[in-house]
């Protein structure tokens, strides 16, 4: 059944400096024990060409590195490492190595492997760059994987442009420590709030909750990033905060995550950028603080550093009991 939805991975090993480029030598320490708290940052990095970006990219990026150290793992989206080689001439084929440049976690995702690997066929849409979809961490990571949604809308004419991307997701396997795994999930959702874009979400985060039920019930899941789901009471455009939040609860259920907003009662709920969890036997996690730090990635001239503001969840890990 999963095979007939065509969600197709890609797995590899998540390598340590310094076969990433802009990557510095690391010394890696032992993990420590557990009970430790650790923090999560998801930022949507808006990294799209200069040429197109309404944003600053090649300005932000460089000073956005830095500010990546204070969290011991980073999800990114919008971190586009692949590119058709007609890109090949544009300055965007390196925005990827200054995001990481000054980054120091040992732990990182590899470059996309391209759209054969995860069976997008590129003439088919008009595709020009990758997911877009990064992590890296101060514990260690392995079994990378990424998923692209079997469907999308929108080219530079219309809709969101969601076609010109490989959106989907990464996942990769993160030991905190005396062998717990955690499962940490970067996604990128299909943007967009016409009758398509919402068919589209629909069956998006489905083929999301059936790869994560096809694991297996029992794997501890992070899970953050940009859902493009607004699921805000009395969301403008259409009736898109109703639609978007029925996705997001049929998601959470049929997955069995918890919001990390909505069980903190974070003051933005409606935020477009999310994180969910989940424990298992071996295991333990518990959310002990969400913020959204707008005013620390802010550049000196008072510009933010995207058009997203970051999202830090912390965790707290520990063996269950018993």
């Known amino acids: 059944m999963f095979g007939a939805l ?12 310094p076969s990433d480029p ?8 032992p993990l420590p024990e557990s009970p430790v708290e650790f923090s999560v940052l998801s930022y949507n990095v808006a990294g799209l060409p200069q040429e197109v ?16 150290n204070s969290y011991d793992v980073v999800l990114t989206q919008e971190d586009f490492d692949w590119w058709q080689p007609a890109a090949g001439f544009l300055d965007f084929t390196n925005y990827h190595t200054r995001l990481r440049a000054q980054a120091t976690h ?6 996309h492997p391209g759209p054969a690997a995860v069976r997008i066929n590129p003439a088919a849409r008009p595709l020009l760059v990758g997911d877009g979809i990064g992590v890296m961490s101060r514990f260690p990571l392995t079994a990378e994987a990424h998923g692209a949604w079997t469907g999308c809308y929108g080219d530079a004419f219309t809709g969101a442009g969601d076609c010109l991307a490989m959106k989907g997701f990464r996942v990769v396997n993160m030991t905190l420590g005396d062998g717990r795994e955690v499962d940490v999930y970067s996604l990128h959702g299909e943007a967009g709030s016409g009758a398509r874009d919402q068919a589209l979400q629909v069956k998006d985060f489905e083929e ?60 933005t709920p409606g935020s477009i950028d999310k994180f969910a969890y989940r424990s298992n036997r071996s295991v333990q996690l518990s959310a002990t603080g969400i913020e959204f730090p707008a005013e620390r990635f802010t550049a000196s001239t008072g510009e933010a550093l995207s058009d997203h503001t970051p999202v830090v969840a912390t965790f707290r890990w520990n063996i269950p009991a018993g």
């Not at 802009?22 to 320490?29: D, E």
Request: hydrophobic residues 35%.
């Open 6 to 17: 065509l969600l197709t991975l890609a797995l590899m090993a998540c390598t340590a400096p």
């Open 22 to 29: 802009g990557s510095p030598p690391t010394t890696l320490f």
């Open 53 to 68: 970006s309404k944003e600053n990219p090649k300005k932000h990026l460089p000073l956005i590195s830095p500010l990546l």
């Open 106 to 111: 040992p732990y990182r995702t590899d470059r």
């Open 208 to 267: 999301l909750s059936l790869f994560i039920r096809s694991r297996g019930d029992d794997r501890a899941i992070i899970l953050g990033g940009d859902t493009n789901l607004h699921i805000d009471e009395g969301y403008p455009e259409s009736n898109t905060g109703e639609v978007d939040r029925v996705i997001w609860e049929q998601f959470l259920t049929s997955t069995g995550l918890t919001d990390v907003c909505a069980e903190l009662a974070c003051g």
